[in-house]
């Protein structure tokens, strides 16, 4: 495979939710800029057209991630404006439960208790989202997910935000530049970041805890993403008799491309 198992600050259950939860409340608001909700939101409008499912089920989604700005997007349309969204994690935010749950919206909603995308017949029925979070995902367990969505005959999108086309020696050469501009990006997007807490200032400017994890996280983020061939091994071993995939592209409704997805759904 092409992807490189490295870890990230995230994946690790003693992280600070005081720390990771600022880094993906950046992280959300740099999929914004990017049209990142554009491209979710035009593949969940053909996934919900095709298969009459209502419910939005989100894995990994730790702070809300890209999924309140889909659900803001889909919400002003008029076909797809009653969609219900619930965000899950293995580890939930405790920031975001309260945020989410105590605003009197049902339509978006975090659950509580903690959810293994491996074992999705405990899960909410409905679509299946993993937005940017399936790389953090070693390959045993990616094919497992991908084996509980077949299992669970449920639809399942998968999109990541950048396609893992540079070669590793490449990424590993620039890789101290790359950290000096992903720290920079931190820098930028924290005062657009919702809702921006005294802590994140005093963490990002005083002493930059979330800009050097964010950084890195970013950069080991891209060497982790699957490739489309590895995506192709990952599925060929599962039996496809009545259950459909589909990787492709993502496109932005302006036209351009933006990640890559990859589609289950029962045939």
Not at 41 to 48: C, D
Request: net charge negative; with cysteine.
């Amino acid at each position: 495979m092409k992807r490189v198992q490295l870890f990230e600050f995230e994946d690790f259950s003693w992280f600070p939710d005081f720390i990771r939860s600022p880094m993906t409340r950046c992280l959300s608001v740099l999929n914004s800029w990017m049209g990142l909700d554009d491209a979710v939101g035009i593949l969940l409008k053909r996934i919900v057209n095709q298969t009459n499912e209502k419910t939005i089920v989100d894995l990994g989604s730790g702070s809300g991630g890209v999924i309140p700005e889909v659900y803001s997007l889909l919400k002003k349309d008029q076909e797809h404006g009653d969609l219900n969204f619930i965000m899950t994690d293995l580890h939930p935010s405790q920031e975001s439960i309260k945020r989410f749950n105590n605003d009197g919206n049902p339509n978006l909603v975090y659950h509580h208790q903690s959810l293994d995308a491996t074992q999705l017949h405990e899960a909410p029925k409905g679509i299946k989202t993993m937005i940017n979070s399936f790389h953090h995902m070693p390959p045993d367990t990616a094919k497992a997910i991908l084996l509980s969505a077949q299992k669970s005959n449920q639809p399942i999108l998968i999109f990541e935000m950048q396609e893992n086309k540079i070669p590793t020696l490449i990424w590993a050469l620039f890789l101290p530049l790359g950290l000096i501009i992903t720290f920079i990006m931190a820098l930028v997007t924290t005062p657009f970041s919702k809702p921006l807490r005294l802590s994140q200032l005093l963490l990002t400017y005083v002493i930059p805890i979330v800009p050097l994890c964010f950084a890195w996280d970013g950069q080991a983020s891209y060497a982790r993403m699957y490739s489309m061939d590895d995506v192709d091994e990952l599925l060929s071993s599962l039996d496809k008799s009545d259950y459909s995939w589909e990787k492709g592209v993502g496109q932005k409704k302006d036209g351009k491309s933006i990640g890559t997805y990859l589609i289950g759904k029962p045939k």
